[in-house]
Nanobody
């Protein structure tokens, strides 16, 4: 069982930046694809970004060019650097990982989520 713990959420003004972190337990993490999803109030959870074990990245169109996902396997951690934030980026952000990745749905394991609020 892998446990994922997110951190780095908070309140930021539009145009600002935040960096989210997802730290995992277990050595198998380095072999997993890892991604970020988000869920805004009244909306379904949506894919944000992912990074494969081979460092291949993928982004949703809504964040492409503003967000960057990266991983530091030595720290069992994946980061989501968010820049030029918009009020519509406000959501709970969830880390997701697993050995079997389905595009748009992710892997088997989820974190508890971290709130990101962007004020206008």
């Amino acid at each position: 069982q892998v446990q994922l713990v997110e951190s780095g959420g908070g309140l930021v003004q539009a145009g600002g930046s935040l960096r989210l972190s997802c730290t995992a337990s277990g050595r198998a993490f380095v072999a997993y694809a890892v991604g970020w999803f988000r869920q805004a109030p009244g909306k379904e959870r949506e894919f944000v970004a992912s990074i494969s074990r081979n460092y291949k990245t993928d982004y949703s169109d809504s964040v492409k060019g503003r967000f960057t996902i990266s991983r530091a396997n030595a720290k069992n951690t994946v980061y989501l650097q968010m820049s030029t934030l918009k009020p519509e980026d406000t959501a709970v952000y969830y880390c997701n990982a697993g050995p079997r990745w389905v595009d748009g749905k992710g892997g088997d394991y989820w974190g508890q989520g971290t709130q990101v609020t962007v004020s206008s």
